[in-house]
């Protein structure tokens, strides 16, 4: 069973910190072997950094695609997390208030955005569901076509669920065929201008339906503005 934490019992808790300190874990026992991974993959994660993306200037999004990725590995493989869990806020409130806070701490500092205040930003959360959203076969190649992206493709896929909830089959098929796009410095708002037509599109449209399916549908998405 796993724990939750409300938004009220987060912030009475985060209230209570010291602000001069870095928060220490408060998690139940149970959770200390979680804890362990969680540290070991913040490791690992910084290792792969140094050996392979030494000279980037977007540490901080390539960390957060790392990391995601290892915690993707270690809650769907040996915590048998599911999607209904992931959609529940209360349990990432308690992993990152209760079982990694000095994580969240060292990436976000003392962020009520992102240790509990507000869902869609969530850190946990986010990467979580921003590597559900884009997983491509295996680790190495979800790493692969995510890696030339920003900050900014997490926020605009994982803040447009649609009407209906996320479509899973079609935000992986927009992440693959946009990650072999042509990108200019003048086509970096590209990205959001397709999910926002998407959104739109879906609202009347059955993308698994069209002529060509999914596929198709997303080449379309692409293709308007190469037109345009």
């Not at 050996?51 to 590995?73: A, H, P, Q, V």
């Not at 079609?170 to 590209?190: G, P, V």
Request: aromatic fraction near 14%; charged fraction near 30%; include cysteine.
């Amino acid at each position: 069973m796993w724990k939750t934490l409300s938004k009220m019992d987060a912030r009475n808790e985060f209230n209570k910190w010291d602000k001069d300190k870095e928060p220490k874990a408060s998690c139940d026992e149970n959770y200390l072997d979680l804890r362990k991974k969680l540290l070991d993959a913040h490791e690992v994660t910084n290792i792969f950094l140094d050996e392979n993306e030494s000279n980037t200037k977007k540490r901080d999004y390539l960390y957060d695609l790392r990391f995601g990725i290892e915690i993707y590995r270690i809650l769907n493989t040996e915590y048998n997390f599911t999607t209904r869990l992931a959609a529940n806020d209360q349990i990432w409130i308690y992993l990152q208030m209760k079982v990694i806070p000095d994580l969240v701490f060292n990436r976000w500092g003392f962020s009520e955005t992102r240790f509990y205040q507000q869902s869609r930003r969530l850190w946990l959360k986010t990467i979580w569901w921003y590597i559900h959203l884009s997983w491509n076969n295996n680790e190495e190649e979800t790493y692969k076509i995510l890696r030339r992206f920003t900050t900014d493709e997490i926020v605009q896929l994982v803040e447009r669920s649609g009407p209906n909830g996320y479509r899973i089959d079609l935000t992986r098929e927009i992440m693959h065929q946009f990650s072999n796009a042509k990108l200019t410095n003048q086509s970096r708002n590209l990205f959001r201008k397709i999910m926002k037509l998407n959104t739109a599109r879906i609202k009347i449209v059955e993308p698994a339906l069209t002529h060509g399916g999914t596929q198709k549908y997303v080449e379309e998405l692409i293709k308007y503005f190469d037109e345009n």
